[in-house]
């Protein structure tokens, strides 16, 4: 799983593999790959009890991820997001109930949180060629700026 050359890597606090199960239950051609653990040595630095999961490789979408289960010292924010990519209204609708179930929070303009803290955006693959038509954009945007979860009905309509 790591044939790419970039991979991203989610710091976890303990819920590395909860995680990983989450997504790649959420999304097509996912899958979970190799899991380490911590063992005995460097307990005096990471203290995490032996057997414990350290990583988990998993891909989501044919995009390779690794979870981390580094401890409490580093939280997700906004400042990095996952886009999730749509065709249709159908596919938007079920990947905001899905990531935003059991706690995730609905932000602005398609953005989201999930229940482990981790920003995406789900937005309609159509949404760059309304953006870049100089006589809508400015439409677009405005009722955009209103949504939480995006409509791609009303973003035509603008």
Known sequence: MTNHKITPCLWFDGQAEEAANF??????????????????EGFEIHGQKEGTVLTV??????????????????????????????????EIDSYWSKLTADGGEESQCGW????FGVSWQVSP???????SDPSKSERVMKVLLLMKKIDIEILILA
């Open 23 to 40: 997504y790649t239950s959420i999304f097509k051609d996912s899958k979970i790959g190799t899991i380490s653990r911590y063992g005995k």
């Open 112 to 115: 989201l949180k999930d229940k």
């Open 125 to 131: 693959n159509i949404i760059s060629e309304l953006m």
């Open 57 to 90: 490789e998993f891909q989501i979408n044919g995009q390779p991820f690794t979870a981390l289960n580094g401890g409490p010292v580093f939280k997700f924010n906004e400042a990095v997001s996952f886009q999730v990519f749509c065709d249709t209204q159908e």
